[in-house]
């Protein structure tokens, strides 16, 4: 069974593949001139979805056609060249121009999940009996769609956090004149509220003590991406002790995120080749 149906993988790895250097099969300064070919970028591109969907071993998912070496090497490269970071840009703005991200509401919110390999960004996680855990504050637009993320460990509050996750929207481009920020109750200080008035944002805090469903606002959408980013077993029980690592994961779940809302949503109104029947 594919890890992602096809109409998924094909575009995918077709704007990815449009991103890679061009690379000899063979290196032709060798000097006999008679080792392995490289191994296909396709092989090593379908590892790291496995990697990212099942959340196993580099070693587990390697086989006769890919040594884990290959694996880590490959993916080592690719975030050098910024491969994924420039696939979920790339992503966002095809989004933004086929449909159109809703950036006048905006949702942040922290995530706690396991981080059992500990690593540059893990902490103590106080709902994990201290153990190691990993807390990363995601903002979406309206929809739903991933927009950026700060990466802490899981001891670290969330309101602190909201600064440089705000950050974030300076990567967007052109922005509405007013937009409304969707928090919980724990962002609920006289210090979130400044900070959201430096910046000219228009806060929709959740009060602490009320009931949340007579407050709720729009904070379900970030909640929901969470549940998406989670789905991928590799960030919800992450092994990567890197942070340049774990990023390049959730710019690659955030963009197969972003690409199967984009298809899901285009469906009804738009035909192109490879659209997928019926719709998804």
């Excluded at 967007?172 to 609920?188: C, E, K, Q, R, S």
């Excluded at 407050?215 to 919800?236: I, K, M, P, S, Y």
Aim: aromatic share 6%; proline share 7%.
């Amino acid at each position: 069974m594919p890890v992602l149906p096809s109409w998924l993988t094909e575009p995918l790895w077709g704007q990815f593949a449009a991103l890679l250097p061009e690379r000899p099969a063979y290196v032709p300064t060798h000097p006999l001139g008679c080792h392995r070919p490289r191994i296909s970028d396709r092989i090593v591109f379908d590892k790291v979805l496995q990697l990212l969907r099942f959340g196993c071993c580099y070693e587990a998912i390697a086989d006769t056609t890919c040594s884990a070496t290959t694996i880590h090497n490959r993916r080592d490269e690719w975030i050098r060249l910024g491969i994924f970071a420039k696939l979920k840009r790339i992503a966002l703005e095809s989004y933004d121009r086929i449909v159109g991200l809703v950036l006048d509401q905006i949702a942040v919110d922290g995530s706690i999940t396991k981080a059992p390999g500990g690593g540059e960004v893990a902490g103590r996680s106080p709902v994990d009996r201290g153990k190691r855990g990993l807390k990363r504050s995601g903002m979406t637009d309206g929809y739903g769609i991933p927009l950026g993320l700060v990466l802490a460990g899981a001891n670290r509050h969330d309101s602190p956090l909201l600064a440089p996750t705000l950050d974030r929207l300076n990567n967007l481009g052109p922005l509405p004149d007013n937009i409304t920020v969707h928090l919980d109750a724990g962002y609920d200080s006289d210090k979130t509220r400044a900070l959201l008035d430096e910046r000219g944002l228009h806060g929709r805090i959740a009060r602490k003590g009320e009931k949340a469903p007579i407050q709720a606002g729009q904070r379900q959408h970030v909640e929901r991406t969470h549940a998406w980013q989670n789905a991928f077993c590799r960030l919800a029980r992450c092994y990567e002790r890197r942070a340049t690592v774990i990023d390049a994961f959730f710019d690659l779940a955030d963009t197969i995120i972003t690409i199967r809302s984009l298809i899901r949503r285009a469906w009804t109104t738009h035909r192109w080749d490879g659209r997928p029947n019926p719709r998804p």
